[in-house]
């Protein structure tokens, strides 16, 4: 079955240790993002990579980093520097292209401890 | 910045009962998508909607661009549709995704 799969699904951070999200996908997507959900609020984005080698900052990426060696895979790092890291994180991707569908993956709970 | 508010934010509905909900953003639109968080956090794409009406089941949405605005409608409502319903704007750069508030539903039996 295609589909983008996160893990783990739930994840445990003493403070100041770095964690790494996994998000993988075989819809042969070209685009792949991250987001961060808060309690009771909507998602903002992390990090997005529109093609492999490449990924820009989205609007809250202080503290966290990203990489993408392959078009299958998008691990997300939350750094020591991210003040706040409990929280719900989301992986999507889309084909390449102007308003196309994202489609998300199941979510990974991360919560300091 | 671009910004996406729903309305309203949280609901009660009897089972069986008909409900709108409502989707405003404040720039024009390449893309609006509709997505129902279930109880276990994951995101189900429910329409892909940038203009016009489309319609799957008892779920339906309108989308009028030129006002800047998207409807999503339930009608005969069940307890499964409970959770969260979000709209979200895509951006022309980098087709980022822009989320409203959500709207937090539920359907009492």
């Known amino acids: 079955d295609g589909g983008i799969t996160q893990s783990p699904k739930y994840l445990f951070r003493k403070e100041g240790q770095n964690v790494t999200l996994s998000c993988e996908q075989n819809?042969?997507?070209?685009?792949m993002y991250w987001y961060r959900q808060d309690p009771g609020q909507g998602l903002r984005l992390i990090y997005y990579?529109?093609?492999?080698?490449?990924?820009q900052k989205g609007d809250i990426a202080e503290g966290y980093s990203v990489s993408r060696e392959k078009k299958e895979s998008f691990p997300l790092t939350v750094t020591s520097a991210q003040k706040n890291p409990t929280a719900f994180y989301l992986c999507?991707?889309?084909?390449?292209?102007?308003?196309?569908?994202?489609?998300f993956g199941q979510g990974t709970r991360l919560t300091v401890v | 910045g671009i910004q996406v508010e729903q309305s309203p934010p949280d609901l009660i509905l009897q089972e069986g009962a008909n409900s709108t909900l409502r989707c405003n953003f404040s720039?024009?639109?390449?893309?609006l998508q509709w997505f129902h968080q279930n109880p276990w956090g994951q995101l189900i794409n429910l329409f892909y909607?940038?203009?016009g009406t489309k319609q799957n089941g008892r779920l339906s949405a309108t989308t009028v661009a030129t006002e800047r605005y998207s409807l999503l409608y339930i009608s005969s409502s069940q307890t499964t549709d409970s959770g969260v319903y979000f709209c979200?704007?895509?951006?022309?750069?980098?087709?980022?995704?822009?989320f409203g508030g959500g709207t937090r539903v539920l359907v009492k039996p």
């Open positions: 999507a991707s889309s084909i390449a292209g102007v308003g196309t569908e994202a489609f």
């Open positions: 819809l042969n997507h070209d685009a």
């Open positions: 990579s529109q093609i492999v080698n490449d990924f």
């Open positions: 720039d024009s639109v390449n893309n």
């Open positions: 909607i940038p203009s």
């Open positions: 979200a704007r895509t951006e022309a750069a980098g087709n980022k995704l822009t």
